[in-house]
Structure formats: C-alpha cells, structure tokens
C-alpha cells in the first residue's frame, strides 16, 4: 500500500487542479487538459514519482478526463442544436488515425522529448490566445478532400501528444475556416471525443514498470488523479460559464495565455535540464 503520508498530499493537489481547471474551461472556453497535463507533470515529479515515461501518464490521465467531459459538453451543446455533425462525420476518420498515430509515437518516446513537444505547442496556443483575431481566415468554409485529409489526422496527432481534447486546436481551425464560434465550440467537444477515447484504449495497453508510476495506474492512466480530476471539474465548470457571464473574458484570456506560455516555457526549461 502508499504511504498515506504520499496519498494524502497528492489528493490535495489533484483536487485543487480539477477546481481550477474547471473554472478556466467554462470561463475561457479552454479544454482541461492544456492545465490538467503540466499540473500533473509537477504533481508526480514533486511526489518522487518522475520517470522517463511520466508525460505518458500525464497525457493518458488528461486525455481519460477529456471523455467524460467531452461527452456531457457535446450532449449539453447538441440539445441546442449548436453541434455541426457533417464536420464531426467528414472529419473523424483522420482524426481517429491521427490519435492512433499519436499513441504510438508517444509511447516511444521518453518523457523530455514529450515535455519538450508540450512547450512548444503550448507556447503556440498561448501566443494565439493572446493575438489570434477572430477576422482571421483562411477559408469560407470548412476544407474537404486531400486539405482534410491532411489536416485531420494533424489535429488527432497533435492532441494526443499534448494530451488535450479538441478545443485548443479545433476551435481555432474551424474558426480560421468561417464557422461560428459558438458552432466550433460546441462542435469542438465532439472532436475530443474522438481524439480522446481511441488514445486512452491505447494508453491502458502501455505497459509500464510498476517502480516508474504512481499508485493505481493502469496502463499509463492513474484512476486517482482521473476520478479526483473529473469530480472536481464538473462541480466547477459551472460556476467558470456563471463567471463569463459577469465579466468580459477577453482580458483574462490574455492572462491565461501569458500563464499557459510560462508553463510551457517552464516544460522546454526542464526538458533542457536547465
């Protein structure tokens, strides 16, 4: 059994990260797992729990809350009929290959090297975050034939390996290709759908030395910091949308994504050895 004297420190810690992120998921429309993954990399690291596989079970556990999360998001959305289905269809063959390819290229490499990707994806986010403009096009509507054939599997692979759902890279996508925030908001929970549950059947399939993980994880996905993470973020996420409701979150945006690029510029730091 752990030592309680470990557990009880990273319940704490994993409860205050599901608050926080579901407060910042249904005040800045930002998927969970762009905090839920560097959370959990300094949560299992500051317990004594780093590896060269860590970032694996940080994606995986991140990518295991993106389902449940995804699916109450897309059901809620798809009751006001804000869910466009022919994207979701069109694109979720790609996007299934993408985050099998994702698994695959994940569980080869160690942990650094995935730090490293999460730091400078990470820093991109942010930087769009901060001055991305909602005029920006690259198309009057969304891309068929070979276009979305590349860019589909992109998004799936690019997900998986930050271990984040469909928002932070769909919405910006489906936004650049004219279609309506609101649609690719809600359009964008199905998208993690997609990406997340193909991933997370091929995490549980990693085969990971027991001395390398935390307690209760199975495959690359650890249930105490899955279970704690969703209990939190659904009790919180409502209170996050109350939030923009009352004030505009354009400013704070630009703070999370201020936020998001130390974090991520952190995760490059450490990656260096620095």
Request: proline share 6%.
């Amino acid at each position: 059994m752990p030592e309680m004297n470990t557990l009880l420190p990273m319940v704490a810690l994993l409860l205050a990260t599901g608050a926080f992120a579901g407060v910042m998921a249904g005040l800045l429309g930002v998927g969970g797992g762009i905090i839920l993954v560097p959370a959990y990399f300094y949560i299992f690291s500051s317990l004594g729990y780093g590896s060269d596989q860590l970032m694996q079970i940080c994606l995986a556990t991140s990518l295991a809350t993106i389902i449940v999360t995804s699916l109450r998001s897309v059901s809620s959305h798809n009751k006001k009929g804000a869910v466009d289905w022919g994207i979701l269809r069109g694109f979720a063959p790609g996007i299934v290959v993408g985050a099998a390819l994702g698994v695959l290229i994940a569980a080869s490499l160690r942990s650094v090297v995935l730090q490293g990707i999460f730091g400078v994806l990470g820093i991109t986010i942010g930087l769009y975050l901060a001055f991305g403009r909602n005029h920006w096009r690259l198309g009057d509507g969304m891309p068929t034939g070979i276009r979305r054939a590349i860019l589909s599997p992109i998004l799936g692979f690019m997900s998986v390996l930050m271990g984040i759902g469909g928002g932070s890279f769909g919405v910006p996508l489906m936004s650049l290709y004219n279609t309506p925030i609101h649609r690719a908001v809600a359009t964008a929970a199905g998208l993690g759908v997609l990406i997340a549950v193909p991933s997370v059947i091929g995490f549980l399939m990693l085969d990971i030395p027991a001395n390398a993980k935390p307690p209760y994880t199975i495959g690359a996905v650890n249930l105490p910091a899955f279970v704690l993470t969703i209990s939190m973020t659904l009790i919180t996420a409502p209170y996050g949308v109350k939030l923009a409701h009352m004030m505009d979150p354009k400013p704070l945006k630009r703070v999370f994504a201020a936020f998001l690029i130390l974090v991520a510029l952190n995760m490059l730091r450490k990656a260096a050895g620095l």
